[in-house]
């Protein structure tokens, strides 16, 4: 995990002694003394936090280091104030030393200080004492209070929010509410005197106040937003930029502190981390503008007075839902800057999710607000670089479209079929996409029925990026197993590593021309661009369920894609199928009848031999498919005869013994356990003839020959459950017990002599011989062979051991004590 170095300082940091750690100490309080806080300083800051950080154990600074650490706080060097503040968190506070801010000294609070001031709050009644005074600190007037303070004031309190919304009162909720309208509402429009302290908003020291302006250049004829620019900015500006980046968090968190309850849900349901971050830890003074106090109103918006009467809480709705239709306007514009141009973008994901908030909470809102959504979709919605933009365009519309009773069938074509579709390979869209479909996953199931359908083209996003997304699909699976699409997604899932080659190839065939020598040397690229095979290719990119389960020339397509088994991404992507194949199974199972699950098993035995030559990925899906074939008829022995024509069929196969092992012995042992009368009142005398001697021959002709030059001798396991098998099928039908004895009888004899050309390993030799003289041993008395080998069921699922109702947990209890005692 870590380097020999960094393990090597972790170690020392660890290990040193007492009467070293004191000597350090007295140096750094000697050097912090000092006028002038160099390199050497923070290079002893820096090990001191290793120190610290590097035991489990919290220890205690002498006071007097203590005391110089929090005087750091407040350094003009940020570099000192992460350092003293993460040092200070590594250790306890020093008793009457705990960091302390009343509402004297607030201003000094930066956000390095409030983290410690956090990770110090030692119960509920602090954070809310903590919340109080950063309020009382918005009220105060820049006359009356330093002003820095504002820089990380609303930062803070996000913080808070995050972790602890119920420490905010209810008067906590109404006065920032108030001062969030004032700032997003009411911000100065024109242009600030003093230049920026940096971030988007940056220029020279601009002489006189001049008008704000648009992205475009254009004079701003409305309110200050996050998309006005200018050469200087304001204070209250400022404050308009960072209300507006936690103004989402606040909707959903204020919502929740006064109806007492947590913000897990709501935030789960609405908040899409889609956006950019638009807080910037930047100084600047405060200059309260509040609505009492003639703050500087919109020159074409002013606000009507009956907005003026409403509470806080539907103030602050009213204004977000203002602020955000003003932000939809301006992303219209056409920004001279590439920055410019993804602000805009984020602003508008921004702003499309708070309108979302605010007509959750405000039903009466939606009317008002889809309008302005429906033209921004039919504005964006040609453009797929604003992708990332639509996507709470399209929780906005699954939210209200109902009650609006909108038409979202466009919606859902672009979201399940242009997007994975085309930008596939769109990292950040992936991820997005499939964090929408989870947080929506049961309205989008009753709701949109496009998503059932869209998995041949969601299925692209994991055939691309396979490790990053497969936790996403093991969520989003089992809602897209119905009794209608189970079928062709088993197959869509059996194929994914072709799906996946076929993806690579098409982002090559477009990159690189056909004569360009770059493309040249891929046969798989040729057979892509051939129009002969392009139908097999074309079926792979579907974009929706329902053109048909799978395609004839499956072996034709593995063959053209031969080439790319030991693709890394190809690989990749093998590795992820059998874990959706459980669950892909497990989900069936629980919704299909037995004429769907019949059905699934045939698709099992046809495309255990249809399968992309990757030698791991072959084993790995053998090995699932016998387990749900087991688990499946187990279920539902009645199976075993509904598909007895198949599964005999399969099994009569000698070429199966070596190229499905695992398959092949799991068929074996099914067509011996279930095919009973006692399982299925249809099996018939006759069918258990022919099962008996489809086996029979297979038995006979593996255990008979020698394997062909190059092939391995087959599996001691297969030899033994095809004996196995012939033994229960005997035992149900008597007249078959004498050609199962002469087998087994032949069987020890042939072994006497010495070794066999079937079996190579003399330990598996003694293991089959053993097996056969058991076996052989039992249909001597037919009555006992058929209890034994097909015990009935009140036999086989009573477990005594665990019935507290008889003595025999108490008697093996007993035996266990007398055993461990000696």
């Known amino acids: ?372 959504i429906k033209g921004l979709f039919g504005r964006l919605s040609s453009d797929l670089s604003f992708a990332r933009a639509l996507l709470p365009i399209a929780q906005f519309y699954l939210n209200h479209g109902e009650m609006a009773a909108v038409d979202c069938e466009s919606v859902w074509n672009l979201v399940f079929g242009r997007f994975p579709a085309e930008l596939f390979n769109d990292h950040f869209l992936a991820h997005e996409l499939l964090r929408f479909l989870r947080l929506n996953l049961e309205s989008l199931q009753l709701r949109v029925p496009q998503y059932t359908h869209s998995f041949p083209n969601l299925l692209k996003l994991l055939a691309w990026d396979s490790p990053a997304l497969v936790d996403d699909f093991v969520d989003l699976l089992p809602s897209l197993v119905t009794t209608g699409t189970a079928v062709e997604l088993l197959h869509t899932l059996l194929d994914l590593p072709c799906l996946s080659a076929t993806l690579v190839l098409q982002l090559r065939s477009a990159c690189l021309p056909i004569a360009d020598p770059g493309g040249r040397g891929l046969l798989s690229l040729d057979a892509f661009r051939n129009p002969s095979f392009r139908g097999l290719f074309l079926f792979l990119l579907r974009t929706e369920a329902g053109s048909g389960d799978t395609i004839d020339r499956l072996s034709t397509l593995h063959e053209l894609l031969a080439e790319a088994a030991d693709w890394p991404r190809v690989v990749q992507c093998a590795q992820t199928v059998p874990v959706l194949l459980h669950i892909f199974f497990n989900t069936v199972i629980t919704v299909a009848d037995e004429k769907l699950l019949a059905h699934l098993i045939l698709v099992m035995l046809e495309r255990s031999s249809l399968l992309l030559k990757i030698p791991k990925y072959l084993r790995e899906i053998h090995r699932v498919f016998s387990c749900h074939l087991l688990r499946l008829c187990k279920l539902h022995p009645s199976l075993v005869v509904d598909q007895s024509h198949e599964l005999l069929e399969f099994a009569g196969a000698t070429a199966n013994v070596y190229s499905k092992e695992e398959v092949y012995t799991h068929v074996v042992w099914v067509l011996g356990e279930y095919l009973s009368v006692s399982c299925d009142s249809r099996c018939s005398v006759s069918l258990i003839t022919s099962c008996f001697e489809a086996l029979e021959a297979v038995l006979f002709e593996i255990t008979s020959s020698a394997p062909t030059p190059g092939a391995v001798c087959p599996n001691p396991r297969v030899i033994t459950t095809l004996m196995s098998a012939l033994a229960k099928l005997a035992s149900r039908s008597h007249d078959l017990i004498p050609r199962v004895s002469l087998f087994l009888s032949k069987l020890r004899t042939v072994t006497r002599s010495g070794s066999v050309a079937w079996c190579s390993d003399e330990e598996d030799l003694v293991a089959i011989v053993t097996r056969g003289e058991e076996l052989w041993s039992l249909l001597k008395a037919p009555g006992v062979a058929q209890s034994v080998l097909t015990p009935p069921p009140h036999v086989t699922t009573p477990q005594w051991h665990r019935d507290i109702n008889v003595a025999m947990p108490l008697r093996l209890r007993a035996l266990t004590s007398l055993t461990h005692s000696q």
Request: glycine letters at 6%; hydrophobic letters at 35%; one cysteine or more.
């Open 1 to 372: 995990m870590y380097s020999h170095g960094s393990e090597s300082l972790i170690r020392q940091a660890r290990e040193i002694q007492e009467s070293e750690l004191h000597k350090f100490h007295s140096r750094l309080i000697k050097l912090l003394q000092g006028k002038e806080l160099g390199h050497e300083t923070v290079d002893s800051l820096q090990r001191l936090h290793l120190i610290l950080s590097a035991t489990k154990y919290t220890r205690t600074l002498p006071p007097e280091l203590q005391k110089r650490l929090v005087s750091l706080l407040s350094s003009p060097v940020e570099q000192l104030q992460v350092l003293s503040s993460a040092v200070l968190r590594e250790t306890l506070p020093l008793s009457g030393q705990e960091l302390n801010y009343n509402q004297e000294n607030i201003g000094q609070l930066n956000s390095h200080a409030a983290a410690l001031l956090l990770s110090q709050a030692g119960s509920r009644a602090d954070l809310s004492s903590l919340c109080a005074q950063l309020l009382r600190s918005l009220e105060s007037r820049q006359s009356e209070g330093p002003s820095h303070c504002l820089t990380h004031t609303l930062p803070i309190l996000n913080t808070i929010l995050t972790h602890s919304p119920e420490s905010l009162t209810e008067d906590h909720v109404t006065l920032l509410s108030k001062k969030l309208v004032d700032w997003l509402r009411y911000a100065s429009i024109t242009q600030g005197g003093g230049a920026s302290s940096g971030g988007f908003f940056t220029g020279p020291r601009s002489r006189q106040p001049v008008p704000i302006a648009e992205l475009d250049g254009t004079v701003s004829g409305d309110f200050f937003t996050v998309l006005c620019v200018g050469q200087g900015f304001t204070d209250d500006q400022w404050m308009n930029v960072y209300s507006f980046s936690m103004l989402r968090h606040w909707l959903l968190t204020y919502h929740s502190v006064s109806s007492g309850n947590t913000t897990t849900d709501t935030a789960n349901r609405l908040q899409l981390s889609l956006s950019l971050s638009l807080s910037h830890s930047h100084s600047f003074s405060y200059d309260d503008r509040s609505e009492v106090d003639g703050s500087v109103v919109s020159m074409v918006s002013a606000t009507s007075s009956s907005s003026r009467l409403l509470p806080p809480k539907e103030r602050l709705r009213e204004k977000a839902f203002q602020y955000c239709q003003r932000l939809i306007e301006q992303s219209d514009r056409k920004a001279h800057k590439k920055t410019d141009t993804d602000l805009q973008k984020a602003c508008l994901v921004e702003a499309v999710c708070i309108l979302d908030c605010v007509c959750v909470e405000d039903t009466s809102l939606v009317f008002r607000t889809f309008p302005c």
